[in-house]
């Protein structure tokens, strides 16, 4: 079934500009430095900063997660003649995919502050975009989503039970 999705996303978008947005996200994702750097532009409007730290933790700690599952897990990245990649990846390594896990993390502690539709919107456009680069399997970056936005939601709870 993850054959089957990628090719049909790559199929279905390949020859569009979805290709261009998709490595636009994926320079952005990149070991989650724009959403460091999203979360740094919060931290110093000088509102709500305890809310942009705790959510840039949230970013910080699932990207940790997912590359340590990795490591773990090492399964290698899609290699399919008709599907091949159409960006550069700092590894080999595939599941579960790291932009997953922090562009969900990012959506469950920015997305309070900025709004949780347009959070969820980039979520969404971030998982299809790896798949679309044929850089990650569907269940990859379904799994990192899952990943992302536990740890997140864990790194919200610890914060709230800080400062009760």
Same mark, same amino acid.
């Given at each position: 079934m993850d054959h089957a999705v990628l090719r049909s996303t790559r199929r279905a978008l390949g020859g569009t500009p979805a290709v261009g947005l998709a490595r636009g996200l994926s320079r952005f994702g990149e070991h989650a430095l724009g959403?460091?750097?999203l979360g740094a532009v919060g931290w110093a409007s000088g509102r709500r900063r305890e809310d942009w730290v705790t959510?840039?933790?949230?970013?910080?700690?699932?990207? =940790?997660?997912?590359?340590?599952?990795?490591?773990?897990?090492?399964?290698?990245?899609?290699? /399919?003649?008709?599907? +091949?990649?159409l960006v550069a !990846?700092? $590894?080999? @390594?595939?599941?579960?995919? =790291?932009?997953?896990? $922090? !562009?969900? =993390?990012? =959506?469950?502690?920015?997305?309070?502050?900025?709004?949780? +539709?347009?959070?969820?919107?980039?979520?969404? /456009?971030? @998982?299809?975009?790896?798949? @679309?680069?044929?850089?990650?399997?569907?269940?990859?970056?379904?799994?990192?989503?899952? @990943?992302?936005?536990?740890t997140a939601a864990l790194v919200r709870r610890m914060s709230a039970s800080r400062e009760a």
């Open positions: 959403w460091i750097a959510a840039t933790v949230g970013v910080v700690t699932a990207h =940790a997660a997912g590359v340590g599952v990795k490591r773990v897990v090492r399964r290698v990245r899609p290699a /399919l003649e008709d599907v +091949p990649a !990846t700092p $590894s080999r @390594l595939s599941f579960p995919s =790291a932009h997953s896990c $922090s !562009t969900a =993390a990012a =959506a469950v502690g920015f997305g309070p502050i900025v709004g949780r +539709p347009a959070m969820v919107g980039v979520t969404g /456009l971030m @998982l299809v975009s790896r798949v @679309l680069l044929g850089v990650h399997y569907p269940s990859d970056v379904i799994s990192g989503a899952a @990943l992302g936005a536990g």
